[in-house]
């Protein structure tokens, strides 16, 4: 590919990015203006808004609302190519990267493939409570939650039948909790005067945590707070209690059983398996530990940034894994390359602002924390739709998912609900193993 | 299953509709205020606006937006049990249905099983040209024509990439005519400005036909308009060409080879198999050939519509396989069910009420026939889109499909062209067994 080969030999530098996430798009844009040569890869045609990728899951939004083509997003800065490829090595020495379409050389190398869920070892698991990271793994959870229904108005044995209105999800961090905040609106108010045989209002959802808290990542009262709003919508929350295992049946709480039919899984990430082959040492997560400048060590051409990369910052607070962190990461990687290029080399460390943290509980409740200041219930969440509205790609989304939120809320529907995927109608038709 | 046995016992009669597209759905709401007791069985969870599939197929509107639970449609018609099911089996002596999950007694049965698509004995061919019958259908058609051009975007060698932009329809008929138009705008209109390596507009369109002229639903001067304003479009056209072959290189067009990596079918349609298990006549298509009421030989409880059904009018004309047909159907046969349950029977066969017919083009260009009066241009395109978003079930969709239109046509983009599938990534990264 001769194109691709010209990287390192010609004039204008050639800077590759890995991924076109948060981090990865914000490292692409901040490159805008300069001279160089910009090649952005990723396994995906599409940058998600993986903030509201939960509202896909339950239903309430329809995937193309929070995701846009990258070549979209970027078609105006015509100095960045966008490849649909895969990265599986980088050969630091040489700086080359092994696409799975052959392989392209860099002068600066930007890497920002993110994090995926992960199981802590019980990759089995996975098969009976699919995680959260794509828009596949949020049609996987909103078939499966849908189809929980159909199968409970199609059972006649009480006990079967209640299996199936059984949902539990596993983890009590932002994901967790919007997860289990809206099935229980979904069960609720949604549903009830649709079916004729099973009542959605006898469905149970069960979030389990295995910290003290929910939310850890927000102050405590504020955890305490959520814990109460998720009550009122019909949640059922168990904290200190670890999950020890999951199968098609149900989980167990430490020795006690549970049935559900339905497990999420929102415990646990792990990061890229890219951060491994570069060959500096990572963290127990997989996490690459980065310079203050975010480069490699020894490998100032060589940047990781994004949920990818472990950074503990002066005063040392570690960067938390949040698409600010990495809109911010990727922004400050563009700024060291500019300055390096124009001889004048930036000497300050990457420093995190917080702008502070939001998550949605359900209707009109939500907690948010900036700084000192602590909101929950309908000014949370009021802040927060403004926050998530504001920040999404594109006009046109915005207005289709106001216009999607604003009839939600007068109607209770979520437009979204329908059941795809080429497995869904054998799914559905055909009993499962341990079921009939 | 209880519930489901009581059918012939009970005193209010049991009427089943097997399916819950335009036909089932218009006998369930035509059975509204009447005593019967009704089940409606599909396969899927919602209801399909068929006449708009080939706009998610090209990316233009989002699933959810053409598609809405058959449940939430019918919430308020509380006689009305839906059941996520699919029926294998007809006993017509015992009056029972099979379905996957069990037995089901029925006093009065409607089948309403529709048709697929059909490669006239060329079943290999389904795996290089996908059909377009259901949302699966339309996102892996989708999928297969953005990853087209993003392969094209990686492909050096020019011969090959051509390959991954020379796109053939096969069959032109309304589906044929509407995807190659709406292919060939996304090819010159959306697409050029993203694209650094690969030209967009060199791509070519090819829509075969095996019959002398496309649209033979309409008269033959709307067919030729229709023909001129897709070459207007940048379709090529090939008339009376019968495809011969299609493989993953390409078709056979009678003995001449031509190269496209995408090939998509719109030629032949089947009816569903249930049709031959009901023991009646069947014509070549595996239609069922029903009495002037729809009723079976000889079993005047059981009803088939829709495009299943084999309609012969009075006049000797044929009924379409078209929507409007099936919702006709749908309500004549409530109404001779109703008729019947009076003690008044219902003398008048069924008449198809022609209110004419539409097929859109591209971007504003449709042509529409109504009785004696055709359009053609932009004045059918308008008529069209009236016409389409009226129809549209839901007041939502029609509100968001009209943004999505207002939106694509002051800017030229469609909101929908993200790739997803659990394949999509794999497909796009490896190479083909035929490729590189």
Same mark, same amino acid.
């Given at each position: 590919?001769?194109?691709?080969? %010209?990287?390192?030999?010609?004039?204008?530098?050639?800077?590759?990015?890995?991924?076109?996430?948060?981090?990865?798009?914000?490292?692409?844009?901040?490159?805008?203006?300069?001279?160089?040569?910009?090649?952005?890869?990723?396994?995906?045609?599409?940058?998600?808004?993986?903030?509201?990728?939960? %509202?896909?899951?339950?239903?309430?939004?329809? !995937?193309?609302?929070?995701?846009?083509?990258?070549?979209?997003?970027? $078609? $105006?800065?015509?100095?960045?190519?966008?490849?649909?490829?895969?990265?599986?090595?980088?050969?630091?020495?040489?700086?080359? #990267?092994?696409?799975?379409?052959?392989?392209? !050389?860099?002068?600066?190398?930007?890497?920002?493939?993110?994090?995926?869920?992960?199981?802590?070892?019980?990759?089995? @698991?996975? =098969?009976?409570?699919?995680?959260?990271?794509?828009?596949?793994?949020?049609?996987?959870?909103?078939?499966?939650?849908?189809?929980?229904?159909?199968?409970?108005?199609?059972?006649?044995?009480?006990?079967?039948?209640?299996?199936?209105?059984?949902?539990?999800?596993? /983890?009590? /961090?932002?994901?967790?909790?919007?997860?289990?905040?809206?099935?229980?609106?979904?069960?609720?108010?949604?549903?009830?005067?649709?079916? &004729?045989?099973?009542?959605?209002?006898?469905?149970?959802?069960?979030?389990?945590? =295995?910290?003290?808290?929910?939310?850890?990542?927000?102050?405590?009262?504020?955890?305490?707070?959520?814990?109460?709003?998720?009550?009122?919508?019909?949640?059922?929350? $168990?904290?200190?209690?670890? #999950?020890?295992?999951?199968?098609?049946?149900?989980?167990?709480?430490?020795?006690?059983?549970?049935?559900?039919?339905?497990?999420?899984?929102?415990?646990?990430?792990?990061? +890229?398996?890219?951060?491994?082959?570069?060959? !500096?040492?990572?963290?127990?997560?997989?996490?690459?530990?980065?310079?203050?400048?975010?480069?490699?060590?020894?490998?100032?051409?060589?940047?990781?940034?994004?949920?990818?990369? +472990?950074?503990?910052?002066?005063?040392?607070?570690?960067?938390?894994? #949040?698409?600010?962190? =990495?809109? %911010?990461? /990727?922004?400050?990687?563009?700024?060291?390359?500019?300055? $390096? @290029?124009?001889?004048?080399?930036?000497?300050?460390?990457?420093?995190?602002?917080?702008?502070?943290?939001?998550?949605?509980?359900? &209707?009109?409740?939500?907690?948010?924390?900036?700084?000192?200041?602590?909101?929950?219930?309908?000014? !949370? @969440?009021?802040? @927060?739709?403004?926050?998530? #509205?504001?920040?999404?790609?594109?006009?046109?989304?915005?207005?289709?998912?106001?216009?999607?939120?604003?009839?939600?809320?007068?109607?209770?529907?979520?437009?979204?609900?329908?059941?795809? /995927?080429?497995?869904?109608?054998?799914?559905? +038709?055909?009993?499962?193993?341990?079921?009939?």
């Amino acid at each position: 590919m001769d194109d691709r080969n %010209q990287g390192s030999s010609s004039s204008t530098p050639h800077v590759v990015i890995l991924g076109g996430g948060f981090g990865g798009l914000a490292a692409a844009r901040g490159l805008a203006g300069t001279a160089a040569r910009v090649s952005l890869i990723d396994r995906r045609n599409h940058h998600l808004f993986q903030p509201l990728l939960y %509202q896909v899951a339950t239903a309430g939004l329809s !995937a193309p609302s929070i995701a846009a083509p990258l070549r979209q997003i970027l $078609r $105006r800065q015509t100095q960045v190519t966008v490849l649909m490829d895969e990265a599986i090595d980088v050969d630091l020495a040489q700086r080359r #990267v092994r696409l799975r379409s052959g392989d392209m !050389a860099y002068d600066a190398l930007i890497v920002a493939t993110g994090a995926t869920h992960a199981y802590f070892g019980h990759d089995d @698991w996975e =098969a009976h409570a699919p995680g959260l990271k794509t828009l596949d793994d949020a049609f996987t959870i909103r078939r499966r939650v849908l189809l929980a229904f159909e199968r409970a108005e199609r059972e006649d044995d009480p006990a079967r039948r209640q299996a199936w209105l059984n949902f539990v999800v596993v /983890g009590g /961090g932002a994901t967790g909790v919007e997860l289990a905040g809206t099935l229980a609106e979904l069960a609720r108010h949604t549903l009830p005067r649709e079916f &004729r045989r099973a009542d959605p209002r006898q469905a149970n959802v069960l979030l389990v945590e =295995a910290g003290p808290r929910l939310l850890p990542a927000f102050a405590p009262d504020l955890s305490e707070k959520a814990r109460l709003q998720l009550r009122r919508l019909g949640v059922e929350i $168990r904290l200190d209690t670890a #999950v020890t295992a999951i199968d098609g049946s149900g989980v167990m709480l430490a020795a006690t059983p549970y049935t559900a039919r339905t497990v999420l899984w929102a415990a646990g990430v792990a990061a +890229s398996p890219l951060g491994r082959l570069l060959g !500096a040492p990572v963290d127990r997560a997989g996490r690459v530990l980065v310079q203050p400048d975010l480069s490699l060590p020894g490998h100032p051409e060589l940047f990781v940034i994004g949920d990818l990369a +472990s950074v503990t910052q002066e005063n040392g607070q570690p960067v938390p894994g #949040v698409a600010p962190a =990495a809109k %911010q990461m /990727g922004r400050y990687v563009a700024e060291v390359l500019r300055a $390096r @290029w124009q001889g004048t080399p930036l000497m300050r460390p990457f420093r995190y602002r917080d702008d502070g943290v939001l998550a949605t509980i359900g &209707r009109m409740a939500a907690v948010a924390q900036f700084g000192r200041i602590k909101l929950s219930g309908l000014l !949370a @969440w009021w802040v @927060w739709l403004l926050a998530h #509205v504001t920040f999404l790609i594109g006009f046109r989304n915005r207005l289709v998912v106001l216009l999607d939120w604003a009839w939600s809320y007068w109607t209770y529907q979520r437009h979204a609900r329908i059941v795809t /995927g080429s497995d869904a109608p054998s799914r559905a +038709s055909q009993p499962l193993p341990d079921d009939e």
